[in-house]
């Protein structure tokens, strides 16, 4: 049973930064396309960066393009999610998602002075 577990979520002031943490298991975590979905209240949920598993990134929204930049650690089964620059409009649910299939239970990150 695929588990993805985030952290790292939380209160930030705009232009501050979090990164965000999704630790997996009970899948072969070197083998699948990694992605970070987002969903903010009233919005539609959206694929902020995918990493696939050669570490190719495909490009990310524009709407974080040159603020996040996505990475993964195969040897500790973890994705991560740099966030700099952060503006308010970054306030959502991030989740962690695996191969398109297997979502984490997201974490909040709330930009807000």
């Known amino acids: 049973q695929a588990v993805l577990v985030e952290s790292g979520g939380g209160s930030v002031q705009p232009g501050g930064s979090l990164r965000l943490s999704c630790v997996c298991s009970?899948?072969?975590?070197?083998?699948?396309?990694m992605s970070w979905y987002r969903q903010a209240p009233g919005k539609e949920r959206e694929e902020v960066a995918t990493?696939?598993?050669?570490?190719?990134?495909?490009p990310y929204a524009e709407s974080v393009k040159g603020r996040f930049t996505i990475s993964r650690d195969n040897t500790k089964d973890t994705l991560y999610l740099q966030m700099d620059n952060l503006k308010p409009e970054d306030t959502a649910v991030y989740f962690c998602?695996?191969?398109?299939?297997?979502w984490g239970q997201g974490t909040q990150v709330t930009v807000s002075s």
């Open positions: 009970g899948f072969t975590f070197r083998l699948y396309t």
């Open positions: 998602v695996a191969g398109y299939t297997y």
């Open positions: 990493i696939d598993s050669s570490a190719t990134i495909t």
